[in-house]
């Protein structure tokens, strides 16, 4: 079938092009169109009958009208893969964007994925440390897990998602990431951000850019992150890598979504989205994992602005109910001129619990996490307070709390953005902050992690 | 017209095809590759169906062949520690078949038809049975005697029967009339399998967690529901539930939810000890995995599986208790499917059938007379992920319409990082009414009464908390003091339960009522001791209290609970000649 061209286009309608009497076409085949300029453009096959063939084009319909040629490709979507991948920087589509020379295909990969077999996954519980206290105290990332950033307009998230990528590694490890960057619709001056970050550190070398800039069609970034990942999946399961994948940002995706979805006159969910959009997102959040067998495996770092800064908006709340967990970035404590400004007490990680402890991190990780939440938990709670009755109402306990509260923000959050701090650090950093408060108000430390850790005892 | 049609569109996972003879629900294959779907809608000469696997590369004019049948799974030994796709293909045969990924087109007996296994009859040549009759038994695993049934729609005198080592699907009893029987039976998933009347449930279903056996049990036969936002921990106390909850047999159904979740249960059940039976908990466990990014048409179909196993087990006289987690994700598969039909939305785009969908699941629950005379039930307990915890939404409603018992998780006690995470003021249960008899005989006497203490202490703290926010605790009277201190501790000693310690995850039911005597006998205590001079902040500061509040961690608690709690009062009665 491939190689006859059809002019029976019929209608345009955003980024969709209706076309009938064809051969028989396959649901998701790639089509490319050839416009009387001589331009070509491709897309993908949504809706195919008999009678009526949906295509969605990537580059936009403009300039396209009844006359375009439209060719069938007799294939889904494939992404040529092989190692030569690292290193490079490639458009929205996949194609060279460094000036560099194709792609020399090892195999072509299927972008849309298959999902893995739940049995056949491992669990994660490899302890990754970023160096930065927040997260690793209190929302530990583990290898194979997919832990997004909530952030909003205005708010340093990509400096944190930088300073993970170049600090991350396991524990007493010199393991590195490939890291696999894949940008949707963001804007160019961020872009360079990123690129010239990784090309400081030397981080691009092992890095595989993908990138759809703001200008640059917003249907290619449904393809994006699947390339992205397509790439993350055969360096992981295919070459034993271990890829850390960040894409920026998932707002932007969810809206190229919900333009198709309008176009092709579905019903909407909540705000206009689609109602399939939590089966699409997870589609690229459950390509996270390691599997049983395989030696690499693919941790997730997405990045997401929420709208308004409102976490039940579709787009954080459908990743929440997906990812495992989520940082999420505070607007109050940016204001406050915190860096990292990671708010702790939403913030959340589901695989936590498997990676901490006495053998990968140390013994006493649980209880002081636990406890150092607490305790900022009810500081942050008796601010209210004090506002309204002031502080000399507050009881002995509570003053502890509260003016551990800022301590906790000051000196345990604040770190520089190149300040690589290990888990020991860390963790003796919350003994010393903790000790401002009387140990009988540290209800949930275990005696004997406070006869070991506890200044007072130690000295 | 034939069973053999083509397609003629696809869009996603729905396929019209003409030309075929089909009713409802009929299982259809479609394409050269034979992919599973069924028949859910007819247009004249057309007819619509979802495919439970992806169809990308799949083109119009390709085969579609009608089995005729409607959606089944099989029944029979071997079922129990399996662990299945939505459509009863087993996860192991999967990966063994396409490797770790899943691709399509591959079919799976949803157990070993080969495995021997050992039927012992229970009737004998001349015998009238009916259907549902048992009349053999296989044991299953250590724990659980399978019982082989006759089909609910067969009846008649025994003409022969077998005794030995079989395979599932070997006669093993011949009727008179010619019927033959073996260990194995097909049931439709879509239509409840049939008993004899429904029962007023009157056991609780005994979970280990305090806060929910003491202040919302929920009773076998019952139906639950568990709405929370992410990050709540519902699938936390799913899982809970699934480990520590006295049923027989535990069907889960991770529905459209995460694939590690279902990794880290597929790791941990096999070590993990039934604290009722001493034996490993995956013997008594079938589970059902369709994780988010498995085919949403087979996600759809996924709860029908597990209910109908449920009832299947329900119907050898069990008590089987069902966890669905999450039935969101089962309603927005119906959502997409609905909107490929392009149907008419109801509230939210959700399909205007979805609230009697719903209705109709959980009604499969409930303690009944099965065909043979036993009694069986099937708890259902659905995980419901509401949009941004917001639960005026449909799925919640219609979800809330139905079940007696919920448990409403919160997100501000889940940032206190208080779990379980389950608001004690808008939970409720509807079932204390016919279970107080069941405490009241085998826990003790006073069961209910302290059970309303406990609640109505609660109760007056919110009251309180609101002055607090406004004057500051130290404003109020000393005898509100002491009753927020006691509410504290409720909170903290009594509800907070960590379900990953090894000895607070499951916490025993006398056990439970001992803790809440031990809070009461606190109350008691520091009252008289203040009505008597006793400072408030001496009372509550008692070292003893903090060791039996601590103790709580330590194996061998309940041994020790009450000369702890002798400690005390003796303690807090010293408070007063400090004075």
């Known amino acids: 079938m491939t190689g006859k061209e059809y002019r029976t286009i019929t209608d345009v309608k955003g980024p969709l092009v209706f076309l009938n009497k064809t051969e028989p076409v396959a649901f998701?085949?790639?089509?490319?169109?050839?416009?009387?300029?001589?331009?070509?453009?491709?897309?993908?096959?949504?809706?195919?009958?008999?009678?009526?063939?949906?295509?969605?084009?990537?580059?936009?319909?403009?300039?396209?009208?009844?006359?375009?040629?439209?060719?069938?490709?007799?294939?889904?979507?494939?992404?040529?893969?092989?190692?030569?991948?690292?290193g490079r920087i490639l458009d929205g589509a996949g194609r060279p964007r460094d000036g560099g020379p194709e792609i020399v295909a090892d195999e072509k990969a299927d972008i849309i994925g298959a999902a893995i077999n739940p049995y056949s996954r491992q669990s994660p519980n490899d302890f990754i440390q970023t160096g930065v206290s927040a997260i690793d105290l209190c929302t530990s990332l583990v290898r194979g897990q997919k832990l997004p950033i909530f952030s909003a307009s205005g708010l340093p998230h990509n400096d944190i998602a930088l300073q993970i990528a170049r600090q991350a590694k396991l524990k007493d490890s010199d393991e590195e990431f490939i890291v696999v960057f894949c940008a949707m619709g963001i804007t160019a001056e961020e872009y360079n951000f990123f690129r010239s970050d990784l090309e400081r550190t030397g981080a691009l070398e092992n890095a595989v850019l993908f990138v759809n800039l703001a200008d640059d069609p917003a249907v290619e970034r449904i393809i994006t992150p699947r390339l992205a990942l397509t790439a993350a999946e055969y360096l992981a399961f295919e070459k034993d890598y271990h890829v850390l994948v960040i894409y920026t940002d998932m707002t932007n995706y969810c809206d190229a979504l919900r333009q198709i979805g309008a176009a092709r006159e579905e019903v909407p969910g909540r705000r206009g989205y689609p109602g399939y959009m939590y089966t699409d997102l997870a589609m690229l959040y459950e390509r996270a994992g390691i599997v049983k067998g395989k030696k690499g495996s693919i941790t997730q770092f997405p990045i997401l602005t929420m709208p308004g800064d409102d976490i039940t908006h579709p787009i954080p709340d459908l990743s929440g109910y997906i990812t495992e967990g989520q940082i999420v970035i505070s607007r109050e404590l940016h204001q406050q001129g915190i860096y990292p400004p990671i708010n702790v007490l939403p913030s959340l990680s589901r695989l936590m619990g498997s990676c901490i402890g006495e053998k990968t991190t140390r013994e006493d990780h649980k209880s002081v996490s636990d406890q150092m939440y607490a305790a900022y938990a009810q500081g942050r709670e008796l601010r209210g307070l004090?506002?309204?009755v002031g502080e000399d109402a507050l009881n002995e306990r509570d003053k502890q709390l509260l003016d551990f509260s800022g301590v906790f923000e000051d000196k345990f959050l604040r770190q520089t953005r190149d300040e690589d701090r290990s888990i020991e650090e860390t963790l003796d950093l919350c003994w010393t902050l903790m000790s401002s408060i009387d140990t009988k108000y540290l209800v949930r430390l275990e005696q004997t992690w406070i006869d070991k850790y506890h200044p007072d005892n130690k000295a | 017209m034939s069973n053999e049609g083509v397609i003629y569109r696809i869009s996603g996972p729905v396929v019209t095809a003409t030309g075929m003879s089909a009713a409802m629900y009929d299982v259809v294959r479609v394409g050269h590759e034979g992919l599973m779907g069924e028949v859910i809608e007819l247009h004249g000469e057309k007819a619509v169906i979802q495919v439970y696997e992806d169809t990308s590369g799949i083109?119009?004019?390709?085969?579609?062949?009608?089995?005729?049948?409607?959606?089944?799974?099989?029944?029979?030994?071997?079922?129990?520690?399996?662990?299945?796709?939505?459509?009863?293909?087993?996860?192991?045969?999967?990966?063994?078949?396409?490797?770790?990924?899943?691709?399509?087109?591959?079919?799976?007996?949803?157990?070993?038809?080969?495995?021997?296994?050992t039927f012992e009859p229970q009737v004998a040549v001349g015998d009238e049975v009916v259907g549902g009759q048992v009349i053999g038994h296989v044991q299953e695993t250590e724990t659980i005697i399978h019982k082989i049934m006759v089909p609910p729609t067969a009846s008649g005198t025994v003409k022969s029967i077998e005794s030995g080592d079989f395979n599932v699907t070997q006669t093993v009893c011949v009727l008179e009339d010619g019927t033959e029987m073996q260990m194995m039976q097909k049931w439709p998933v879509r239509t409840p399998r049939p008993f004899q009347q429904k029962y007023a449930p009157d056991t609780p279903l005994v979970t280990g967690m305090r806060i929910l056996d003491f202040l919302f049990p929920l009773a076998k036969g019952g139906a639950a529901g568990i709405p929370g936002p992410f990050g709540s921990g519902k699938t936390v106390t799913q899982q809970s539930l699934a480990k520590y909850s006295d049923a027989q047999l535990v069907v889960y159904i991770g529905c459209g939810e995460r694939g590690n979740e279902m990794t880290e249960v597929l790791d941990e059940f096999p070590h993990l000890i039934d604290p009722n039976t001493g034996k490993p908990l995956m013997e008594r466990t079938v589970m059902i995995a369709n994780t988010s990014n498995m085919p949403v048409a087979a996600r759809e179909a996924s709860v029908y599986t597990g209910i109908t196993i449920a009832e299947y087990f329900r119907d050898m006289g069990y008590d089987v208790a069902l966890m669905a987690d999450s039935t969101s994700r089962w309603a927005e598969a119906m959502r997409e499917i609905s909107s490929r039909l392009e149907e008419m939305p109801g509230e939210e785009g959700y399909p205007a059938y979805l609230s009697s969908r719903i209705a109709e699941f959980y009604e499969r629950a409930g303690r009944v007379e099965t065909l043979s005379g036993d009694d069986g039930s099937v708890t259902v307990i659905g995980a419901v992920s509401p949009p941004g915890g917001d639960i005026s939404e449909p799925v919640s409603q219609g979800t809330l319409r139905i079940v007696k018992v919920f448990w409403g998780?919160?997100?501000?006690?889940?940032?206190?990082?208080?779990?379980?995470?389950?608001?004690?003021?808008?939970?409720?249960?509807?079932?204390?009414?016919?279970?107080?008899?069941?405490?009241?005989?085998?826990?003790?006497?006073?069961?209910?009464?302290?059970?309303?203490?406990?609640?109505?202490?609660?109760?007056?703290?919110?009251?309180?908390?609101?002055?607090?926010?406004?004057?500051?605790?130290?404003?109020?009277?000393?005898?509100?003091?002491?009753?927020?201190?006691?509410?504290?501790?409720?909170?903290?000693?009594?509800?907070?339960?960590?379900?990953?310690?090894?000895?607070?995850?499951?916490?025993?039911?006398?056990?439970?009522?001992?803790?809440?005597?031990?809070?009461?006998?606190?109350?008691?205590?520091?009252?008289?001791?203040?009505?008597?001079?006793a400072q408030l902040n001496d009372v509550v500061n008692v070292p003893s209290r903090s060791d039996l509040m601590r103790a709580r961690l330590e194996k061998g608690y309940i041994d020790v609970i009450d000369s702890m709690v002798e400690t005390m009062t003796a303690e807090i009665a010293d408070t007063v000649e400090e004075n």
Not at chain 1, 74 to 86: H, I, M, N, Q, R
Not at chain 2, 433 to 458: A, H, K, M, Y
């Open chain 1, 28 to 86: 998701g085949e790639i089509v490319t169109l050839r416009l009387s300029n001589g331009t070509i453009k491709n897309g993908q096959v949504l809706d195919t009958s008999d009678d009526l063939v949906i295509v969605q084009v990537f580059e936009g319909t403009s300039k396209i009208d009844r006359e375009a040629g439209v060719t069938f490709m007799g294939d889904v979507f494939k992404l040529p893969v092989s190692t030569d991948l690292v």
């Open chain 1, 386 to 388: 004090v506002a309204i």
């Open chain 2, 59 to 117: 083109r119009p004019g390709e085969p579609v062949l009608n089995t005729q049948e409607t959606l089944s799974v099989s029944l029979g030994p071997g079922l129990l520690t399996q662990i299945y796709d939505g459509i009863q293909r087993p996860l192991p045969t999967l990966e063994k078949e396409m490797g770790v990924f899943i691709t399509r087109g591959v079919d799976a007996d949803a157990f070993d038809l080969e495995k021997i296994w």
């Open chain 2, 409 to 533: 998780l919160d997100a501000g006690l889940a940032r206190q990082r208080h779990f379980p995470a389950i608001n004690w003021l808008n939970s409720y249960s509807l079932y204390p009414q016919s279970l107080d008899q069941w405490f009241r005989d085998n826990i003790s006497q006073d069961f209910p009464e302290v059970r309303t203490q406990i609640s109505g202490l609660l109760q007056i703290e919110s009251e309180l908390q609101e002055i607090v926010q406004l004057v500051g605790s130290d404003a109020l009277p000393t005898d509100q003091q002491l009753t927020l201190e006691v509410a504290r501790m409720i909170r903290e000693f009594f509800l907070q339960q960590n379900g990953f310690h090894d000895v607070d995850a499951y916490c025993d039911i006398h056990l439970q009522y001992r803790m809440a005597k031990a809070i009461l006998s606190f109350q008691d205590a520091a009252k008289s001791a203040m009505a008597n001079g």
